[in-house]
């Protein structure tokens, strides 16, 4: 299997921002928790709508994520990969602000996938949309249970 060279140099970025991430983390002072902090699910939820985001948005999105140690280097090169050039353009489409609904790409690229018998494409596909899937709810809100 051959790595294109921008493909490799994106998961070599992500994974040294990843290791200076946690170095930073291990060397800073624990804060009191005096004030709730949001999850990092929370806390990019609020700035991106996965339903309507361009793709630069999504990938800086993917970034934050990974930086925060809540999803993989292969769920963040998935995600911030230039979707809209590579391997056919779109399944579905932009409006004229270049915003995608990226839930809906990734289940017609998922689709796509399945019907041509790449498991492999298909299982990271179904990946990245559960982090796509998990960013639509946590955008919704946290969910309470009831007694």
């Known amino acids: 299997m051959t790595i294109a060279p921008l493909a490799a140099l994106g998961i070599a970025n992500t ?15 624990k ?5 709730p902090v949001p999850s990092p699910w929370h806390a990019v939820a609020r700035r991106l709508d996965v339903r309507a985001a361009t793709p630069a948005e ?10 925060a140690g809540v999803i993989t280097v292969e769920q963040c090169v998935a995600l911030s990969q230039n979707l809209a050039a ?5 399944r579905t489409h932009a409006d004229a602000a270049g915003r995608v609904d990226w839930i809906a790409e990734f289940e017609a690229r998922r689709a796509h996938a399945k ?10 596909l179904e990946s990245a949309l559960g982090v796509l899937q998990r960013l639509a709810a946590a ?3 946290p969910v309470y249970a009831v007694a």
């Open 15 to 29: 994974a040294f921002s990843l290791i200076r991430s946690l170095t930073a983390s291990a060397a800073s002072p």
């Open 31 to 35: 804060a009191h928790a005096s004030a």
């Open 58 to 67: 999504l990938a800086q999105a993917a970034q934050a994520l990974c930086d």
């Open 86 to 90: 590579g391997a056919g353009g779109l």
């Open 115 to 124: 019907a041509q018998g790449n498991s492999l494409m298909t299982d990271r």
């Open 139 to 141: 955008r919704r809100g």
